[in-house]
């Protein structure tokens, strides 16, 4: 069954420093899709990346960088000079294609790293 | 703005009670997903529809009942509520089909369960 780890409940930081969050899954299938979401305070899920089984690639976006090793089986998220409002909870997420049937998506979730970034 | 649509935003009701959580996907988006966030279970799938089938089950309690319409809108209808029930209820939308598509959430309703 696909599974998603996250190790790390909450972390905190002093604004500047950098942070990783971890994350590790665990699935059959040889196709499948990773993401990070975030949820600030207000509660809804914004997405921030997406990563398919078959792109090993590191990935930058401005301040943010992800490394997915599928060796280790890991997806790790990476805030460069973090801001206080980066302070929020990051959930990474699996999907497994076809997990339920063909053309089903559905996003198994880690329990979610809160991230609290001090001024 | 992700243009998924959920009323309400806020819910309070009774335990035994019946609700239903309304959501409408972004335009062109043929499937809907059901996922509820509670405290001791995180974020959880419980249903999809696609064009007005049911896809896909997750930890769907049998209390709990889903319907798309034909104008692909979806409820989510729960009921003989538990105090346990209290969530945020969150609906994504896809375009659907057999490739792969992204997911956009809706802001949520949450449900206190009094």
């Known amino acids: 069954a696909q599974k998603v780890t996250q190790a790390q409940t909450e972390i905190s930081v002093v604004e500047k420093e950098d942070v990783t969050l971890d994350c590790v899954y665990e699935?059959?299938?040889?196709?499948?899709?990773l993401f990070w979401y975030k949820q600030p305070p207000s509660g809804e899920l914004v997405f921030l990346i997406r990563r398919n089984s078959f792109d090993e690639q590191n990935e930058i976006s401005g301040r943010y960088s992800w490394n997915f090793q599928k060796s280790t089986s890991s997806f790790n998220f990476t805030i460069t000079a973090s801001q206080v409002v980066d302070s929020a909870v990051y959930f990474c997420?699996?999907?497994?294609?076809?997990?339920?049937?063909?053309?089903?998506?559905?996003?198994?979730f880690g329990k979610g790293t809160k991230l609290s970034v001090i001024p | 703005d992700s243009g998924v649509t959920q009323t309400p935003k806020h819910l309070i009701t009774a335990t035994g009670q019946r609700v239903t959580l309304r959501c409408s996907p972004r335009s062109g988006d043929l499937s809907v997903y059901w996922y509820q966030q509670s405290l001791d279970q995180g974020l959880q799938f419980l249903i999809q529809y696609y064009n007005g089938e049911e896809r896909a089950k997750g930890n769907i309690l049998e209390r709990f009942s889903a319907q798309q319409f034909p104008d692909l809108h979806s409820e989510l209808n729960l009921s003989s509520l538990e105090l346990g029930d209290s969530a945020l209820y969150f609906c994504a939308s896809s375009p659907g089909g057999a490739s792969y598509n992204e997911q956009f959430f809706g802001p949520g309703t949450r449900l206190t369960v009094l």
């Open positions: 997420a699996l999907s497994e294609v076809g997990y339920s049937g063909a053309g089903s998506y559905q996003l198994t």
């Open positions: 699935t059959r299938d040889t196709t499948y899709y």
